[in-house]
């Protein structure tokens, strides 16, 4: 260590930094804590060592030379130790700053191994960090990103043409992952990602009438693939989710009590789906190989799930006529749709569905709405007189009585 001012001058006449040593220490004379390494390759670095409020030695970096003069680094070294005397910690600053990863690592490090754990739409989650969200924002680091990040984020989502439920899906996983994010410290600060501008989505509600249903019953029956076939048929008559009825298991069957228990549902809750006679036939169909797990094992691997049903789908709407853009999951709005018509209460409907709210259900009460009328009716033909009945007539008498009492 060699204590010298350091300035300009001391820049024109520097030691040597001595033999078999990487660098020299040079302290300042006139400000403690400031000193200069000499690296031996003529690299010259300013930094400043204090004590922070809980009498911890610290080091920080200040600058290089040239980028840096003497004089600019003793400024700086100065606003440093007044910091430190206001009770402040230069060093640690750095270290948070420098704590704070970017949004890529994050996402890869914390967000999906959280998700794969906690979510049943991890695999959806994880498509769209990998394919959007990571590639706009990945390489800024948490708090360096927006709501002005965000808001062009948006807008290159819609001007790629991804319709509004997709936009919203995109802008919700970012809107979770900085929740996280502040919910376990890892930057300080308000959620760039809190007011994405969600755009206004129509609900969509196609139903198919009862011959329509059978149509497509006949179709599922004469198609090939009588495996995914047999799954498309349980959508329709039992109103299931699509991952219920494909990762189905035949431990799960209890023909006895007519059910089929999903161990997980979407709520998170273990649910029963109730099978009628058709349901029934349509399992008891199914060929279960020895050891089988799976009601609807993988054509390629028994011991996987069957996870595709595009090919089956496609095939039944053509040869039933019905409308091209049906999809797999209006046939669980078509089942509602059809309990509804045929009276069945709401709050049946609901738990036929697996719903935990009634507001779920409530989608389905406008199909209700004869019936309603007819109830409606009833009262109606119960309290108005018929033409042999006529409204009794109140008497003089009874008038006086009232005008005597008011």
């Known amino acids: ?116 754990e906690t979510l049943r739409s991890y695999v959806e989650v994880e498509g769209l960090m990998r394919l959007r969200v990571v590639p706009a924002l990945g390489k800024l ?34 809107r979770r992952a900085f929740n996280l994010a502040i919910e376990w410290q890892f930057f300080e600060g308000r959620n760039p990602a809190a007011s994405p501008g969600m755009l206004r989505t129509e609900g969509r509600e196609t139903f198919l009438d009862a011959a329509q249903v059978k149509a497509l019953l006949l179709a599922l029956a004469a198609d090939p693939d009588q495996g995914a076939a047999s799954a498309v048929a349980l959508l ?59 009601v609807f094992p993988s054509p390629r691997r028994d011991e996987q799930a069957l996870s595709e049903l595009r090919g089956v789908w496609a095939r039944a709407k053509l040869a039933a006529d019905l409308p091209e853009d049906l999809r797999l999951h209006d046939l669980r709005h078509t089942f509602a749709s059809l309990l509804a018509n045929d009276g069945v209460p709401l709050y049946d409907i609901g738990k036929l569905l697996g719903h935990t709210q009634l507001s779920t259900t409530s989608r389905y009460a406008h199909l209700q709405a004869d019936r309603q009328l007819e109830a409606v009716n009833s009262v109606g033909r119960l309290a108005v007189p018929t033409e042999n009945e006529s409204v009794p007539k109140r008497s003089a008498h009874n008038d006086n009585d009232e005008q005597d009492a008011a």
């Open 1 to 116: 260590m060699t204590i010298a001012t350091l300035n300009k001058a001391l820049l024109r006449d520097l030691p040597a930094v001595p033999t078999g040593r990487k660098k020299l220490r040079i302290v300042d004379a006139q400000l403690s804590g400031f000193h200069m390494e000499l690296a031996a390759t003529g690299c010259i670095t300013y930094r400043l060592r204090y004590c922070n409020a809980r009498g911890r030695v610290r080091d920080i970096r200040l600058g290089k030379h040239p980028e840096l003069t003497p004089d600019e680094a003793r400024k700086l070294a100065l606003k440093h130790k007044a910091d430190v005397w206001r009770g402040g910690d230069p060093a640690a600053e750095r270290d948070r700053l420098r704590a704070i990863p970017t949004f890529e690592t994050f996402v890869r490090e914390h967000i999906l191994p959280h998700a794969k």
């Open 236 to 294: 329709a008559l039992t109103g299931a989710r699509k991952s219920e009825i494909l990762l189905a298991r035949w431990s799960c069957v209890d023909f006895d009590r007519r059910i089929l228990w999903v161990p997980r549902s979407k709520s998170g809750r273990r649910r029963p789906i109730f099978l009628s006679d058709q349901a029934i036939a349509v399992l008891k169909l199914q060929p279960r190989q020895p050891g089988a797990e799976f």
């Open 141 to 174: 680091h948490l708090d360096e990103i927006t709501p002005l990040h965000v808001a062009r984020f948006r807008k290159g989502m819609i001007d790629e043409g991804l319709s509004a439920s997709r936009v919203n899906a995109h802008l919700a996983a970012l």
